[in-house]
């Protein structure tokens, strides 16, 4: 399973789609939170916290999800080398999970950069304004408890169809389902939100674990040679 993982990140971290979107989301993280004259930023507003990032970084996240997500089958099955993963000695069981923590892991370094440049435009650009490290902190755990949520949505969109562009776009169908939903607090909206109060709620922890868990079943009962 080790092996599967890491040839998964070398796979995603040299791909030049993956590195795309990861650098269109870091350009889009410091458009919307520092400089946007079209929504309230971090200097507009006077506020030191991350609601201006938490207010747009659903479809942002739901887009570099369902990139990432791509290179767990559906190019597997355009390169025709889908079948020989059940060649290898792992069970399915770690087939599915070495793919999604190998694009859980890239997930992580796309993201981390928009919390250290939060902090390096702050220090040197605008050290008057203070910032509350401890809301940022448990901003960007919401941010990524989403991600990786959307993650084990997407992994198993991919599963369904053999055309690449096919499993996108059903992949960010399923996605937007969850971030549209307006059914109570079924959507992701409202629990990513709740990240940003500065409070680790493990009511939201357990929504984005269980869409995870159940994600990642979902995607081990699906897989089988075609």
């Not at 795309?20 to 520092?34: D, E, G, H, K, T």
């Not at 909206?189 to 990642?216: C, K, P």
Request: glycine share 6%.
């Amino acid at each position: 399973m080790k092996e599967l993982f890491f040839k998964e990140i070398k796979t995603l971290m040299s791909s030049w789609l993956a590195l795309s979107v990861a650098l269109a989301f870091q350009f889009l993280s410091i458009w919307f939170l520092w400089i946007s004259p079209y929504s309230d930023t971090i200097v507009s507003a006077g506020v030191a916290d991350w609601y201006p990032f938490l207010n747009w970084v659903t479809l942002p996240l739901m887009l570099v999800c369902s990139v990432l997500s791509l290179h767990a089958f559906a190019e597997e099955m355009q390169r025709g080398t889908y079948d020989a993963l059940f060649s290898l000695p792992v069970s399915y069981v770690q087939i599915a999970i070495a793919k999604y923590y190998a694009a859980a892991a890239v997930l992580l370094f796309v993201l981390i950069p928009s919390l250290f440049q939060t902090f390096l435009i702050r220090y040197f650009a605008l050290p008057n304004i203070a910032l509350d490290y401890g809301v940022f902190l448990i901003s960007f755990c919401g941010i990524l408890l989403c991600g990786m949520a959307f993650l084990a949505l997407g992994i198993f969109a991919t599963l369904f169809a053999r055309n690449i562009w096919v499993s996108w776009v059903l992949g960010l169908m399923i996605m937007g389902v969850f971030a549209q939903s307006v059914v109570g607090n079924f959507g992701v909206q409202a629990h990513l939100f709740a990240f940003n109060r500065g409070v680790f709620s493990m009511e939201d922890f357990f929504y984005f674990l269980n869409i995870i868990v159940i994600g990642i079943v979902l995607i081990t009962f699906k897989l089988k040679p075609r």
